[in-house]
C-alpha cells in the first residue's frame, strides 16, 4: 500500500500564488508517476499534472500550463504544485494521485492510490 498526504492548500487572492506537497510513504517503489486532480463543486474531477519519478518528464491540462509547475523530490518522496497567477476559476480541493503505470496518464481510473485532498480557494 501506498500513502498520500497533501498539504499547502488555503484562501489566496486572484493573482497569488501557492505550492501544494504531497508526501508518499509505504511501498512507493511501485509506483512509477505521480499526478494531480481537482473536483471543484458540482463537477467532476479533472486532470491538472502529472511528473513521473524516474524521468521527470511531465504533462499538463491546457487550463493550467504556463501557471502551474510540478515537481518532485525523489529523495524526500515528495511532490510539488506550484501555482501562480490563481484564478477564481482554479478553486477546487486538490488530490493528490499515484499511478504503477509506466507512461504518464491523464485518466484517473489509472491511478492507484489517491490522498485526502487539499482545498484550494481564491477569490476575486
Known amino acids: 500500500q501506498v500513502q498520500l498526504v497533501e498539504s499547502g492548500g488555503g484562501l489566496v487572492q486572484a493573482g497569488g500564488s501557492l505550492r501544494l506537497s504531497c508526501a508518499a510513504s509505504?511501498?512507493?517503489?511501485?509506483?512509477?508517476?505521480m499526478a494531480w486532480f481537482r473536483q471543484a463543486p458540482g463537477k467532476e474531477r479533472e486532470f491538472v499534472s502529472t511528473i513521473s519519478w524516474s524521468t521527470g518528464n511531465t504533462n499538463y491540462a491546457d487550463s493550467v500550463k504556463g501557471r502551474f509547475t510540478i515537481s518532485r523530490d525523489n529523495a524526500k518522496k515528495t511532490v510539488y504544485l506550484q501555482m501562480n497567477d490563481l484564478k477564481p476559476e482554479d478553486t477546487a480541493v486538490y488530490y493528490c494521485?499515484?499511478?504503477?503505470?509506466?507512461?504518464?496518464?491523464?485518466?484517473?481510473?489509472?491511478?492507484?492510490?489517491w490522498g485526502q485532498g487539499t482545498q484550494v480557494t481564491v477569490s476575486s
Open positions: 494521485a499515484a499511478s504503477r503505470l509506466r507512461w504518464l496518464t491523464t485518466v484517473s481510473s489509472n491511478y492507484d492510490y
Open positions: 509505504g511501498r512507493t517503489d511501485s509506483t512509477k508517476a
